[in-house]
């Protein structure tokens, strides 16, 4: 499981207990400028993964790690289908990010929220 949190323009992505150990990485900082957005997708985990660059996946136990899908970078860190939220992500390594958190509901109304904000805050182009 995962945690999703807003610091300044940054969301961060804390992997929560074993799951470090399972994905290979224990944090991941996204500058708001690059989150395009977020969803609540339970049926993402029926999706194929494509190549497992570096992590576990055990077929309805886990998916953690990074991923190669169609030419993309995909960051897994997913237990319980039901908890899933797919961050859709630009200019960055991974293109997405598909975690399981406690409340995704919650996750996606905080990144969508700090997206709002953080384009408020920005003039506008001349």
């Known amino acids: 499981m995962a945690q999703l949190s807003v610091v300044d323009d940054t969301l961060i ?3 929560e207990g074993l799951d470090k150990l399972w994905a290979l990485r224990s944090r991941l900082e ?3 400028a690059n989150v395009r957005g977020a969803t609540a997708d339970p049926g993402i985990v029926h999706e194929s993964k ?3 660059m570096g992590g576990t996946h055990l077929p309805g136990v886990i998916t953690a790690g990074t991923f190669r899908s169609q030419g993309e970078w995909v960051f897994w860190d997913v237990h319980n289908p039901a908890g899933a939220v797919v961050v859709e992500l630009a200019d960055e390594r ?3 990010l ?3 958190v406690a ?3 919650a996750a996606v109304a905080l990144v969508e929220a ?3 904000a953080h ?3 920005r003039p506008d182009p001349v």
């Open 94 to 96: 991974y293109s997405r």
């Open 114 to 116: 700090a997206m709002r």
């Open 50 to 52: 494509g190549i497992r």
């Open 98 to 100: 598909v975690v399981e």
């Open 30 to 32: 996204i500058p708001l």
């Open 13 to 15: 992505v804390e992997v």
């Open 103 to 105: 409340d995704p509901r």
């Open 119 to 121: 384009a408020a805050g």
